[in-house]
């Protein structure tokens, strides 16, 4: 499918690019602020739009228009495309309610279901809870992206508790994803129950614990959605980290993963001068480098954006390298012997479901 996602620069839209990449062959158009102007254009020939920009932020009139405005230009994109593209529209379970933003959304919807209609296409209603994840904004797309950064900084937030249902927004992504083929109307992906104290007492115990690297017990999904969150947050500047060799006549010994809980598995390779692993990234898994003999340069780059950041280690010095997930990464023996690289991931390797997916860090 040729598939058309707005908003493809903020942070639903930029999970929803890495999932496609990942899990589908579709042609993507990513259509942000810059293109706006242009949105007819890229609209052409399209056989799916997927509407993800919106204003949560402004004004009362600003949000509420905004949203309107957002809607009615898809809609018009959509009209003038020269197909007939099912829209999948990322809205909100607030839509409906009194407020401008739920008043806005539930207005857009309106719109691109008459669009729909027009086109004798389809609209699928996908309707979020709170979402969060990786790379969100502190102070914006998530109380848990400003819990995350306040356990980093040493901040103490005021927090009003109140049960909540949160959605990691690989979750919202694939949610989007399903209404492409879909044959209902409305989806309605389901978030975890959890609490708001709760979110920031399991983050603020994660950094406590992971400052020297030792992996904390992820016994369930958010544990470890939680945990990528803070971990993405934590990069670059929290790395490498240092690990202590145990030194006597006999040599030395270092530990290089201490797992307070869960499953895991380690494994070890060797790498000739020259040559380059990996080149690919993880949705979701947790995966440490260790180069326990020899020299190497371990690149990572967040899909979609140019910046590679490196770090040269070696095995005399031992350090923790953790990849955050949706950052594609490599090792490479830079130096003239073999190289000797530790691996572990959280979870067992299954080859039906191995969460690797191809990419390379120099584009």
Do not use: C
Not at 224 to 250: C, E, G, M
Not at 288 to 300: H, P
């Amino acid at each position: 499918m040729k598939v058309l996602v707005t908003g493809a620069a903020g942070f639903l839209g930029w999970h929803t690019r890495v999932r496609l990449r990942a899990l589908t062959g579709h042609e993507v158009i990513a259509v942000d602020r810059a293109g706006w102007a242009d949105l007819r254009d890229h609209a052409r020939g399209v056989d799916a739009i997927v509407h993800i920009a919106g204003v949560n932020r402004g004004s009362d009139d600003e949000v509420k228009q905004g949203n309107v405005e957002l809607a009615q230009a898809v809609a018009d994109a959509a009209l003038a495309s020269g197909t007939a593209p099912r829209i999948i529209y990322a809205n909100s379970v607030h839509s409906g309610s009194a407020s401008p933003y739920g008043t806005g959304k539930s207005a857009a919807a309106g719109i691109l279901a008459t669009a729909a209609d027009t086109l004798g296409s389809q609209i699928v209603d996908v309707r979020l809870p709170n979402l969060f994840g990786e790379h969100g904004r502190p102070r914006y797309n998530s109380f848990v992206a400003t819990f995350a950064h306040a356990v980093i900084t040493g901040e103490a937030p005021l927090i009003a508790d109140r049960p909540v249902d949160l959605l990691h927004v690989q979750g919202a992504a694939q949610a989007l994803i399903d209404g492409l083929t879909a044959i209902e109307e409305t989806l309605e992906p389901a978030g975890t129950p959890t609490t708001v104290q709760g979110v920031y007492d399991t983050l603020q115990g994660f950094n406590a614990m992971y400052a020297t690297g030792d992996i904390p017990s992820l016994q369930s999904d958010l544990d470890v959605d939680l945990f990528n969150t803070l971990r993405a947050a934590l990069f670059p500047a929290h790395y490498p980290i240092p690990l202590t060799q145990r030194t006597d006549a006999r040599g030395s010994l270092t530990e290089v993963v201490r797992a307070h809980g869960g499953q895991g598995q380690t494994f070890v390779s060797t790498t000739r001068p020259g040559i380059t692993r990996g080149e690919h990234f993880h949705l979701r898994k947790v995966e440490r480098f260790v180069v326990v003999g020899g020299a190497a340069r371990i690149s990572l780059r967040r899909m979609f954006t140019h910046e590679v950041v490196s770090f040269d280690v070696t095995g005399e010095a031992p350090a923790i390298i953790d990849m955050p997930t949706m950052w594609v990464h490599n090792i490479t023996n830079t130096g003239f012997g073999e190289l000797t690289t530790l691996f572990w991931t959280n979870e067992l390797f299954d080859p039906s479901a191995p969460d690797t997916f191809p990419e390379a860090v120099e584009r």
